[in-house]
Structures are given as C-alpha cells and as structure tokens.
C-alpha cells in the first residue's frame, strides 16, 4: 500500500507526477468543474496485484488542492455529490475512501459554483456548467 501520509508535502501536480513516477501512474479521467477547477483520476500500482485510485484535484495553475485516495474509480457527480451535497444537480455515492488531504490551496470548492462565482470570461462568452460554475461558450464540455 502507498504510504499517504508521503503524499502531504505535494503542492503541484509535477511534484505528484515526480512521487509517482516508480509506480506507473495511468490517467483515468480529467473532469474540469468552472474555470479555475480539475479532477485528475489516476491509478496508482501498488503491487503487481492491486491498483489504488487517486483523485487529484487542481487549481488551474496545477496547484493541488487535494488527494482523495479511493477503493475504485469515483464517478464525477457522487465525487461533486460528496463536496456538494446540498447541490440537487449532483447525485452518487463515492466508493469508500482510504484517505482524503488537503493542501493550502485548499478552499470550499462549492463556492466556485455559486452564480456570482468570479468569471475571467464576459457574460456573453460563457456558458453554465451542470451544477455550477463557468466554460468558455465554445468548449464542449459547456455542451
């Protein structure tokens, strides 16, 4: 098993590539909530016989925010369910969680949803997203 508490002092995502680099991280899924949010799904080999999942989550400049280690791969709305919860458009259960840390990039992520969350992009440019936050108009994860 990967020691979690090694996992604490990682402050960008290339410091999380660096630690686990020996352990042939596979991207699973990237989600991008808003502007200023992204879920990275890994798996992690712990031993030739058993993965583990790591969700990394970022701001947008590749500053982790947190590291959510999982028993399978979440499905993206139980993982904004578990943050959100009070948000109807979010629904799921999580599988169950090892571990969760947070960095000093931390902060309440549901408030990057709010419909007056900042915006680099002008009103007539973007385009709500499923449960809050802001695309560009022309991404098509805005769709």
């Not at 410091?15 to 989600?31: G, K, M």
Request: glycine share 4%; hydrophobic share 35%; proline share 8%.
């Amino acid at each position: 098993m990967l020691v979690h508490s090694s996992f604490q002092s990682l402050l960008t995502l290339q410091d999380f590539l660096d630690a686990t680099r020996a352990h042939q991280p596979q991207i699973l899924a990237h989600w991008q909530q808003g502007e200023f949010h992204h879920d990275l799904v890994f798996s992690i080999r712990e031993n030739p016989h058993e993965d583990e999942v790591i969700v990394v989550s970022t701001n947008c400049n590749g500053g982790i925010k947190e590291l959510i280690f999982l028993d399978a791969v979440p499905e993206r709305w139980a993982l904004w369910h578990w943050r959100c919860p009070d948000n109807p458009e979010f629904q799921g259960e999580l599988p169950p969680i090892r571990c969760h840390h947070k960095t000093v990039h931390w902060f309440e992520p549901c408030e990057l949803l709010a419909p007056e969350a900042r915006s680099e992009y002008k009103p007539e440019f973007r385009k709500r997203q499923r449960g809050g936050g802001w695309l560009s108009k022309d991404d098509p994860q805005s769709d």
